[in-house]
């Protein structure tokens, strides 16, 4: 088996401030995901990443910026922190192939004063 | 474009009662289809997927059956168990790599 870390499992900003959200896999997977999760909008597939150093947006990555700097981490900004972004940030992987399960992190609550 | 559709934000059921949470989907190719639960303060985990040879997937107690002529991945249960309050999750892997997620519903058992 394998685990998601992500860090840190709480995080204010202020409004305008720029944010990181970490995370590492040991799954030894390919494919690593961010996702937003707010209540009655579901999974929002921000930014995904194929292989080490591949990034692929999603349906919500206006805002946000993201990094995979190697293969078993994967990071994400958020440029200028806004009020409406107070959501839990969920980071996911899987090995890429059709069919798979992906496997997700604990989350980071993210709230912005 | 492709996506996840679920109708129900919030389901309340009595335990013991059966169990349908609704799922469609649009897909430029023929998606695999999968169900996700989250429990409180926890992960989502996935509880079943879809097979390529039309077999129905079971786990705990919950099915599924992928309708590919209505678009539909339907998740069903005979008897709803307190146990089973969460939040569940239908998604589409639109691609090998890109898996979209449903807006979620509540399932609500009481006793």
């Known amino acids: 088996g394998g685990i998601i870390t992500q860090t840190p499992k709480f995080l204010i900003g202020q409004e305008g401030q720029k944010l990181t959200l970490k995370c590492q896999q040991n799954?030894?997977?390919?494919?690593m995901y961010w996702y937003r999760q707010d209540s009655g909008k579901g999974l929002r597939l921000i930014y995904y990443?194929?292989?080490?150093?591949?990034?692929q947006k999603g349906d919500l990555s206006e805002g946000y910026d993201a990094s995979r700097e190697k293969k078993s981490s994967f990071s994400l900004t958020v440029t200028s922190a806004q009020k409406n972004e107070m959501a839990v940030f969920l980071c996911?992987?899987?090995?890429?192939?059709?069919?798979?399960?992906?496997?997700f992190g604990k989350g980071t609550r993210l709230t912005v004063v | 474009g492709d996506s996840v559709t679920q109708t129900e934000g919030l389901v309340t059921l009595t335990e013991g009662l059966p169990v349908m949470l609704n799922c469609t989907y649009q897909?430029?190719?023929?998606?695999?289809l999968f169900w996700y639960v989250q429990h409180l303060n926890e992960a989502p985990k996935l509880l079943l997927k879809?097979?390529?040879?039309?077999k129905r997937p079971e786990h705990q107690g919950f099915h599924a059956t992928l309708h590919k002529s209505s678009s539909s991945f339907h998740l069903q249960k005979s008897s709803a168990q307190l146990s089973d309050s969460a939040l569940y999750y239908c998604?589409?892997?639109?691609?090998?790599?890109?898996?979209?997620f449903g807006k979620g519903t509540h399932l609500h058992v009481l006793p």
């Open positions: 799954f030894n997977h390919d494919t």
């Open positions: 998604a589409s892997d639109t691609n090998a790599y890109k898996v979209i």
């Open positions: 897909s430029t190719y023929s998606p695999f």
């Open positions: 996911a992987s899987s090995t890429g192939t059709s069919n798979t399960e992906v496997f």
């Open positions: 990443s194929i292989t080490e150093n591949d990034l």
């Open positions: 879809s097979f390529t040879d039309n």
